[in-house]
């Protein structure tokens, strides 16, 4: 997940117009994809791994992404798994419909706080990435803290912030239902629904705060034009 952190403030250094940054980090990018070109076989162990087709191994209990959890709920919906072909679509409409609503409202808000700016890039990475484990949204809490800061002179914002990190640091919900000590993976066992709400606790509050600061920075009223001196 460290790794991504970079990917994450690629909107703010284009609103800042950093273009040494940009430049450097496309280079250093595309060096590190020059591996595949020597062995291809590799890109597609890599891509297996991060792409977005089914990957339900990696959909088990310890996977608190949001991908497991819509996966889950649209297989408590359904009654049913959702087939592979369906779900590549899904999974691909998420990551590129968070990170391109993030990109949008961070380079073409009329006012953004850097702050606001940086909290969107650092909770995207638990958000769209396939593999996010509980110990991921440790990213959160920066995100968390740059909010309490720009949002620190309105309290109702500052609820929000702690609303949503109440869920993140409570521990998951496996001891509510309790799975045969020879499991595995807690999960077997749990019906749909079970599964569905275990895997909302983490990425559910997180996207909410999301969604509530893309609002706020849309929201926010144009900087005031400097006014002209008298004569």
Known sequence: MAKLFPLALVPLWLRQRRWLTLAAGAVVLALGMLWFVWHPADYQVFRALNGTQVDIPSFHAGNQGLQPFVYKLLAWIRSRPVPAATWGTIALAIALGLTGLAGLVMTFARRIDPRESAA???????????????????????????????????????????????????????????????????????????????????????????????????????APAPSTPGP
């Open 120 to 222: 969107l890039g650092l909770m995207l990475l638990p958000l769209v990435s396939k593999h996010a484990w509980e110990h991921h949204y440790v990213v959160a809490l920066p995100a968390m803290t740059l909010l309490a800061s720009a949002w620190q002179e309105r309290r109702r914002w500052l609820a929000v912030v702690a609303v949503a990190y109440l869920p993140l640091t409570l521990p998951t919900l496996v001891a509510v239902w309790q799975a045969r000590p020879s499991m595995w993976d807690p999960e077997v066992g749990w019906s749909l629904g079970q599964r569905a709400l275990y895997h909302a606790q983490k990425p559910v509050p997180l996207l909410a705060l999301f969604v509530v600061t893309l609002a706020r920075s849309l929201r926010r009223a144009p």
